[in-house]
Structure formats: C-alpha cells, structure tokens
C-alpha cells in the first residue's frame, strides 16, 4: 500500500488551509484518491515532490535569528489572505525564511479575526482586500486591540501607491508589500519582526 496521508496532515505539512490543499487535489497539483467515506488520501511521494519542485535555492540569510529557548512557543503567524496562489507562495516564502515557525492561514476577515483572537499571533500577514470583512476596518482594530499590541503587522496588497490612498489611515506606520514583490520583499520583513520579537 502506497504511504499517504490526511489532507489535514498534509495542509499542516506545507503550513496551508486543509481547503487548499483539496482545491490543490482537485486541480490535479497532488495525487490522492478518495476512501469509500469520501475522505482523500494524498500520496506522501506527492506531497514531496511538490515540495521539492518549489523550494529554490535559499538565500543567505541577513543575520542569524535567534533560536527559542526550550520550552519556548515557536513564533506564530497568522496569514489572512483569500487567494489561494498568494497563500501558497507566502506559506513557501515563511517556511524559507523562518523554518521553525508555525504559518496558519485564514481564507477570509471573518475567520482570520476568530482565528486571531484565539492564537494570539506574533505576527500578522493581511490583504487589504478581503471577502465578508473590511480589510483596513480589520487591521485598524487590530492595531488598536491591547491583545495585539505584541503582534507584528505586515500588510499584503496587490493595489497600487494611488489605490491605496482610501486606506492611508489604516496602514500608517505599517509595512506594505506589493504582492509582484512578495519574494524579493518579504524576507526581510519576516526577518526583522522575528528579531523584533525576541529583543
């Protein structure tokens, strides 16, 4: 019998929503097959393979980061992001940079704000533009919440400097990202909200 395994272990394996990792079955991108229960069970070869196929050479890294001490949470993220392109990418960006991170990963506002709540992240990746919530509404409350006031911010957008004025008073201050430049940007972004964490 072929190793396979859960889209649940699967979607924690490449730090995505387990949605993701159906749509990427559907789409033909992991091989898997469905049990008799309707459940699917992707090929761990696969898994890997698709792995291997994305991970590029990884760049030097500016400055060492500094290892947790035992016992320590590893540094937790929260990517709040629709696109399921733009969450693959981010999620192979993070696990670059920041191996030892834990990436979760909301599909809209609504959820991402409940999934804020409860993980209480270090760091917070969000696109301005959201289903079911108003992006720069979300990220304004969740600049002035004192349960986030620890929480890195980092804002993802494919709008321009000109579509971006309606929401100058919500990303005052914060890093933006243009999503052209997620590869060349991100990293060092991540990198010093992580040294930020632990000064």
């Known amino acids: 019998m072929p190793d396979t395994c859960s889209t649940t272990e699967a979607a924690e394996r490449l730090g995505m929503a387990v ?38 050479p990884a760049p030097a890294p500016a400055a060492p980061l500094p290892v947790p001490a035992a016992g320590a949470r590893p ?7 629709d696109s399921v392109h733009f969450q693959n990418l981010i999620s192979l960006v993070v696990k670059r940079e920041l191996p030892d991170a834990v990436l979760h990963v909301a599909s809209d506002g609504i959820a991402g704000l409940a999934m804020a709540g409860r993980l209480e992240p270090d760091m917070l990746l969000i696109d301005i533009l959201l289903p ?4 720069a509404a979300l990220i304004t409350s969740l600049r002035s919440h004192p349960q986030f006031a620890r929480s ?39 990198a010093e909200a992580a040294a930020a964490l632990t000064a």
Do not use: C, N
């Open 19 to 56: 949605r993701s990792v159906q749509l990427m079955v559907d789409r033909g991108e992991l091989q898997a097959w469905k049990t008799p229960g309707g459940h699917r069970r992707i090929l761990r070869s696969s898994l890997e393979g698709w792995l291997a196929s994305r991970a590029g």
């Open 152 to 190: 890195r911010l980092i804002v993802i957008t494919a709008l321009d400097e000109a579509q971006r004025e309606p929401y100058r008073f919500a990303l005052e201050g914060v890093p933006v990202v243009h999503k052209t430049a997620l590869v060349t940007e991100l990293p060092p972004l991540l």
């Open 75 to 81: 540094t937790t993220l929260l990517l709040i992001e």
């Open 132 to 135: 079911g919530i108003d992006g």
